[in-house]
Each structure stands twice: as structure tokens, then as C-alpha cells.
């Protein structure tokens, strides 16, 4: 009983907290790459509509350019 008692304390006791913090190690990554995953996806988002309002602007510009010079 004595070996059983040596070997849980010394063996699976470190052993079970060495999972559980591994465990608790794993949730915080994979809380922390969705959060990045959502904040990258936004910034994409994000960055294609400033694109798109750019390109319209260019193109209204162009157009008012071609005006002028129809005009001309």
C-alpha cells in the first residue's frame, strides 16, 4: 500500500495537473486565434470597402476629367 500510495503521489498526481494545465493552455490559444481570426476577417473586411470607395472616387474623378476635356 505504501508503493501505491509513493507512486500516486509522486507519478499521477503531477502528471493529472501537468494535463490540466496543458488543458486550461489550449482553451486560452484557441480562445485568443478565434478572436484573431474575427479581428483579422473585420480588418479585410474593412480595408476591401476603403478599396471600393477609392476606385468609385478615381472614377468619378476620371469621368469629371473626361468631361473637361470633351468640353474642350
Do not use: S
Request: charged content about 30%; overall charge neutral.
Amino acid at each position: 500500500m505504501d508503493v501505491l500510495e509513493t507512486f500516486l503521489r509522486y507519478v499521477v498526481v503531477p502528471m493529472c495537473a501537468f494535463v490540466w494545465v496543458m488543458y486550461q493552455r489550449q482553451q486560452d490559444h484557441t480562445t485568443q486565434i478565434a478572436v484573431l481570426k474575427t479581428e483579422n476577417e473585420m480588418a479585410r473586411l474593412a480595408h476591401d470597402r476603403e478599396i471600393k470607395e477609392i476606385r468609385g472616387m478615381l472614377q468619378r474623378i476620371l469621368q469629371k476629367l473626361d468631361d473637361k476635356v470633351d468640353k474642350q
